[in-house]
Antibody, heavy 118, light 110 residues
Framework: QVQLVQSGAEVKKPGASVKVSCKTS????????VHWVRQAPGLGLEWMGV????????TYSETFQDRVTMTRDTSTGTVYMEVSSLRSDDTATYYC???????????WGQGTLVSVSS | QSALTQPASVSGSPGQSITISCTGT?????????VSWYQQHPAKAPKLIIF???DRPSGVSNRFSGSKSGNTASLAISGLQPEDEADYYC??????????FGGGTRLTVL
C-alpha cells in the first residue's frame, strides 16, 4: 500500500535549520511528484513547493523560495525538505504529499511538528 | 501568493445539505479545471475528497460533490452526518507548477 512516512518532531532555536524526511513506499517513486505543505497551529494549509523525484527539479512558493530546499534520494525513495534561518512563526506541522500530476495530492504523510523557540 | 477565499465557518443539522465556496481569480480557479477539496479532522492529515473540480476518489461518499463557475468553486455535502464535522480546504493549480490553498472552512454539524 502507498505510504509516506515522515521523520519525527523537531525542536529548533531561531536562526537554525531543520531537515525533514519523507520516506515513500508502495509505488514507483520516480512517477509521482512530492509536495510539502505546512500548517501553523490553528491555521490553514500553506503550499511550500514540489519536487519531481525523477529529475530533481523543484518549484517553490514565492513565500519560501529563499529559505527552502527540497531534495530526493532515489536509492531509498526518500524526499527531504530543509528550511533555513528558522523563525518562531515557522512553528508548524509540515506534511509531505504525492501527486501524479501537479495536483491533486492523493496520499499524505502523517506530518512532522517543528517547534522553533529560544 | 494570496490564498483562495473560503468562509471561515458553516454549519448544518444532520441530514441537511451545505455548500462551501472557494473564490480565486482568473489566474487560478478561473483558468484551470484543477480544483481539489480536502477534508481534515483534528490532528489528522488532510484527505482528498474531490479533484479536477468534480471527480471523487474511490471510496469517497457520493454525498460530496464539487462544481465551478468562473473564478469560484463550490463543495456541496448532502445528508450531513456527524462525522462530516471537520475543516475543509480548497486548492487550485496556478501557472508554473504552483498550487494555492484556501484558508479553510470549519464545518459544524449541529
Amino acid at each position: 500500500q502507498v505510504q509516506l512516512v515522515q521523520s519525527g518532531a523537531e525542536v529548533k532555536k531561531p536562526g537554525a535549520s531543520v531537515k525533514v524526511s519523507c520516506k515513500t513506499s508502495g509505488y514507483k517513486f520516480t512517477s509521482y511528484y512530492v509536495h510539502w505543505v505546512r500548517q501553523a497551529p490553528g491555521l490553514g494549509l500553506e503550499w511550500m513547493g514540489v519536487i519531481n523525484p525523477s529529475t530533481g527539479d523543484t518549484t517553490y512558493s514565492e513565500t519560501f523560495q529563499d529559505r527552502v530546499t527540497m531534495t530526493r534520494d532515489t536509492s531509498t525513495g526518500t524526499v527531504y525538505m530543509e528550511v533555513s534561518s528558522l523563525r518562531s512563526d515557522d512553528t508548524a506541522t509540515y506534511y509531505c504529499a504525492r501527486s501524479l500530476v501537479i495536483t491533486p495530492q492523493d496520499y499524505w504523510g502523517q506530518g512532522t511538528l517543528v517547534s522553533v523557540s529560544s | 501568493q494570496s490564498a483562495l477565499t473560503q468562509p471561515a465557518s458553516v454549519s448544518g443539522s444532520p441530514g441537511q445539505s451545505i455548500t462551501i465556496s472557494c473564490t480565486g481569480t482568473s489566474s487560478d480557479i478561473g483558468a484551470y479545471d484543477y480544483v481539489s477539496w480536502y477534508q481534515q479532522h483534528p490532528a489528522k492529515a488532510p484527505k482528498l475528497i474531490i479533484f479536477d473540480v468534480s471527480d471523487r476518489p474511490s471510496g469517497v461518499s457520493n454525498r460530496f460533490s464539487g462544481s465551478k463557475s468562473g473564478n469560484t468553486a463550490s463543495l456541496a455535502i448532502s445528508g450531513l452526518q456527524p462525522e462530516d464535522e471537520a475543516d475543509y480546504y480548497c486548492s487550485s493549480y496556478k501557472a508554473s507548477n504552483t498550487v494555492l490553498f484556501g484558508g479553510g472552512t470549519r464545518l459544524t454539524v449541529l
